[in-house]
């Protein structure tokens, strides 16, 4: 794996995947400045994002680098003279022009929501408008300041193939499981195309993965809202500032998360993990809580204990097949029982595995716009903490990694 900067990251943070732009600092919501030069007879007053493409368009750009040039711009919903210059710059590409201005409103990819994506599957079709190596955003900062970015990869099949959310970094400690994530993010950048919308998250907590530590007095993957909750409930729950299941405040990464995903709205999510005892290494699904858990007994109550267990189920084979595919190309999943009686139920300390704290496998119906089903989660827990540069035997770590990247790409970002 190539080394990453020396500023603190370690010497295997998560590659930089080529790109066709370098996005700046995307900051969703950030006000528009005001216009550079007053409006003339019958256009708005030139904007600097306004003369900032139109001087890459008169330098002869083309369609898909002016998209680059837009999405390393803040979202500017309100800058009439952008859109203006847009409408100029793509009048004869009215896929373009779509493009380009929902970029306008929105920003590069991994920060729009799930209708926008929907749309621009079915306008992109065929076209050839996608970057080579994947779409950049930054989601925001961590609590030191971190830029906490994620990468969008669009899928190849029909949207029945859904979309795909995979976190990486959550615990600092967990070098290893950050390495997958970063070797899978390096094949997508590659031209490794995936079915599903794919969603990346290299490293969810960069000042812990900086630090090495796993976290601080806060479980990172134990502080999310209550079950059946929306960040926006939490929010009010906590008198404006959300907090989690315990009252705890919601870390500034998870909020970032619990964004992404209420925009988003994956079909599926796969959270990577590792674990020093190797025992219980393997691929692992979060139970599915029922819509009315808690609520009392009765028929509803039965019919929706039965639905959860029948996700559940699904989920389980899906993450059998995960940790089949990875044992066969030399990952240790000891966890999972494949030589005898195969589960896919975590093992280790807090049962049911939780990776997002109970929270994601579970309905929110709160009869509000934020409203979603039960979201299958699988835990991937790697045998051991240490990236594949601090193995004894680094070529055989480093193989070990790839084989659980690959089934990821293989099967978990293929069509539902």
Same mark, same amino acid.
């Given at each position: 794996?190539?080394?990453?900067?020396?500023?603190?990251?370690?010497?295997?943070?998560?590659?930089?995947? *080529?790109?066709?732009?370098?996005?700046?600092?995307?900051?969703?919501?950030? !006000?528009?400045?005001?216009?550079?030069? !007053?409006?003339?007879?019958?256009?708005?007053?030139?904007?600097?994002?306004?003369?900032?493409?139109?001087?890459? $368009?008169?330098?002869?750009?083309?369609?898909?680098?002016?998209?680059?040039?837009?999405?390393?711009?803040?979202?500017?919903?309100?800058?009439?003279?952008?859109?203006?210059?847009?409408?100029?710059?793509?009048?004869?590409?009215?896929?373009?022009?779509?493009?380009?201005?929902?970029?306008?409103?929105?920003?590069?990819?991994?920060?729009?929501?799930?209708?926008?994506?929907?749309?621009?599957?079915?306008?992109?079709?065929?076209?050839?408008?996608?970057?080579?190596?994947?779409?950049?955003?930054?989601?925001?900062? #961590?609590?030191?300041?971190?830029?906490?970015?994620?990468?969008?990869?669009?899928?190849?099949?029909?949207?029945?193939?859904?979309?795909?959310?995979?976190?990486?970094?959550?615990?600092?400690?967990?070098?290893?499981?950050?390495?997958?994530?970063?070797?899978?993010?390096?094949?997508?950048?590659?031209?490794?195309?995936?079915?599903?919308?794919?969603?990346?998250?290299?490293?969810?907590?960069?000042?812990?993965?900086?630090?090495?530590?796993?976290?601080?007095?806060?479980?990172?993957?134990?502080?999310?809202?209550?079950?059946?909750? #929306?960040?926006?409930?939490?929010?009010?729950?906590?008198?404006?500032?959300?907090?989690?299941?315990?009252?705890r405040p919601l870390l500034p990464e998870?909020?970032?998360?619990?964004?992404?995903?209420r925009r988003f709205r994956p079909d599926?999510?796969? #959270?990577?993990?590792?674990?020093?005892?190797?025992?219980?290494?393997?691929?692992?699904?979060?139970?599915?809580?029922?819509?009315? $858990?808690?609520?009392?007994?009765?028929?509803?109550?039965?019919? $929706?204990?039965?639905?959860?267990?029948?996700?559940?189920?699904?989920? $389980?084979?899906?993450?059998?097949?995960?940790?089949?595919?990875?044992?066969?190309?030399?990952?240790?999943?000891?966890?999972?029982?494949?030589?005898?009686?195969?589960?896919?139920?975590?093992?280790?300390? *807090?049962?049911?595995?939780? #990776?997002?704290?109970?929270?994601?496998?579970?309905?929110?119906?709160?009869?509000?716009?934020?409203?979603?089903?039960?979201?299958?989660?699988?835990? *991937?827990?790697?045998?051991?903490?240490?990236?594949?540069?601090?193995?004894?035997?680094?070529?055989?770590?480093?193989?070990?990694?790839?084989?659980?990247?690959?089934?990821?790409?293989?099967?978990?970002?293929?069509?539902?």
């Open positions: 794996m190539p080394a990453g900067p020396a500023s603190g990251r370690g010497a295997h943070a998560p590659p930089r995947p *080529v790109r066709r732009a370098r996005p700046g600092n995307i900051r969703p919501g950030k !006000p528009c400045p005001a216009p550079a030069h !007053p409006a003339g007879p019958g256009r708005p007053a030139m904007s600097p994002r306004a003369e900032t493409l139109a001087r890459a $368009a008169r330098a002869g750009t083309g369609p898909a680098g002016l998209l680059d040039t837009l999405r390393a711009l803040a979202p500017a919903p309100r800058d009439a003279a952008l859109a203006a210059a847009i409408g100029t710059a793509f009048a004869r590409d009215p896929a373009a022009a779509w493009l380009a201005e929902t970029i306008r409103r929105h920003g590069p990819e991994p920060l729009w929501p799930a209708a926008a994506l929907a749309e621009r599957r079915r306008r992109l079709a065929g076209g050839g408008l996608e970057p080579a190596g994947g779409i950049r955003a930054q989601l925001g900062t #961590s609590a030191g300041g971190r830029p906490v970015e994620a990468w969008f990869f669009p899928g190849t099949a029909d949207a029945r193939a859904g979309r795909a959310l995979v976190l990486g970094g959550v615990h600092g400690d967990e070098a290893s499981a950050a390495e997958v994530v970063a070797r899978l993010l390096a094949r997508l950048a590659a031209g490794e195309r995936p079915e599903a919308d794919a969603l990346v998250v290299p490293v969810l907590f960069p000042d812990l993965y900086a630090a090495r530590l796993r976290e601080g007095d806060i479980p990172t993957n134990r502080n999310f809202p209550l079950r059946g909750e #929306s960040l926006r409930a939490a929010r009010r729950r906590g008198g404006g500032r959300p907090v989690d299941d315990l009252g998870n909020v970032l998360l619990l964004d992404l995903i599926r999510i796969a #959270s990577l993990h590792a674990t020093p005892k190797p025992e219980r290494a393997g691929i692992f699904a979060d139970p599915h809580a029922p819509a009315s $858990a808690g609520t009392g007994a009765g028929t509803g109550a039965a019919a $929706a204990a039965a639905a959860a267990a029948a996700l559940t189920a699904a989920d $389980a084979a899906l993450a059998l097949r995960l940790a089949g595919a990875a044992a066969a190309a030399g990952a240790r999943v000891a966890g999972n029982g494949l030589g005898g009686r195969p589960t896919a139920i975590w093992g280790g300390e *807090v049962s049911g595995g939780m #990776s997002l704290g109970g929270w994601g496998p579970a309905p929110v119906a709160e009869g509000g716009p934020d409203d979603r089903a039960s979201i299958p989660i699988v835990t *991937v827990e790697v045998a051991g903490l240490e990236e594949s540069a601090a193995a004894a035997d680094p070529a055989a770590r480093a193989a070990e990694l790839d084989a659980f990247a690959d089934a990821l790409l293989r099967l978990f970002l293929r069509g539902a």
